[in-house]
């Protein structure tokens, strides 16, 4: 007979826990990053970590909450009745809360992505780079347990601080409450903060918010944040209908006015987190992008007649590889488009070449042949010398080639490789118009 009472099994109480298993902590950034906080950064005893590690898989963690600047979970022991464990984190000091806020705010991209209730691991990063942890570090974590062992940290406040780990998985919002304030509180400093920025920003020169903040993205995350539009603040819902149906039967509706476009395009915002990896698509290529369709929306609005929505697949591809063309052309950019499409980078600088000197018409001829009336190639070889070749619209000599394009003009090419392929000649200059004497 044992004098021993008999051992208490894991009994997991109401609330949040992990079942047994050796399912790895943390399958988030977020619960990654408090592992890797509690394990290197919080300097907590690495010798009683593993053990609550283990002690964690058991299953007998529960009742786990998270409360302003400390953690409360019921750790089931070897004792019938449950431990108690609190850990207490550092929470922020006013001061510090109003530079995070500063941070954040500036920030449209952070903004927009807590709004839609993410957190990108970009905040972390931005709010270290002003000299605030959000993850803990030395002396901010202080474990507590009811238990009488002696090791700070016990086992079982050691399982709980990396059972946290599963409640940022979930939320990660909870960072912010283990340091003072909830979502909501956070959420309403944000509203004061981007409300005081419209408000000042208004009454700057007259000038517009977004072009003082520099981003398109300032609009729609100030209205989410504040209710406020830069230019009115909407209709209710109920009023527009009254005004519809007030209008007699057979009279034409009041047409809105057209909202003045801005005077300059403005920027898109900062990504709030980078495309997955192994997407083949980077950041700088989505931020290309989206500079490129708010040009073509801007050129648009100032009476543009179609900012190119006109153009095909390869025409458009074209056009874009053309901008990275110039003096300040990144050679990078085009050899990543190149990537992206499919086309040898050689064949696309081409083509760049092309559009930049012609347009479509410029594309055209330097992927099409055509047959033009025998009236117009009759005398071409006038342009280039009598022992010129004609074939089709193309008239060649040496190393030098016209192409005529439909529109009636002559479109330089040079070699630029062996042989006669099209593939080994260049654009080489905008086109020319033949004039009176120039074919006879």
Known sequence: MSWYPPKAPRRPGSGPWRAAGKRPFGATWWGKAWVDAIEHRARL???RLPRGRTYARTGAVSDLEVHPGEILAAVQGSRAKPYKVTVRVRTYSEKEWAHILSVLASQVGHVAALLDGEMPPAVADDLAGAGIDLLPVTGEVQPRCS?????????HSAAVCYLVADTLDADPFLLFLMRGRDRETLFAGLRRRRAAAIEKASGDGGRRPQELAGEAGARGADSRLTGVSERDGGLDARQAWARWAAIPAGAAPPIPAVPMAPAKPARPTVLAVDPPAGSGISTGSLQRLASDAVQRAWEL???????????????DLARRAAATLGPAGAQGELLELASISGV???????????????????LFVLLEEWDPPRSLMTSSRGLLGERARVRRNRVTLADRQLRLGRDGQWYPFRRSGPGARSVAWTPDGGPITAVAGDEG
Request: charged share 35%; proline share 9%.
């Open 147 to 155: 238990c009488p062992d002696w090791a700070d940290p016990c086992k």
């Open 45 to 47: 005893d690495p010798n």
């Open 344 to 362: 040898p980078a050689r064949d696309l600088l081409k083509r760049a070449l092309a559009w930049r000197d012609g347009g479509r018409e410029g």
């Open 301 to 315: 609005a100032h009476g543009g007649r179609s900012a190119g929505l006109e153009l095909s697949d390869g025409e």
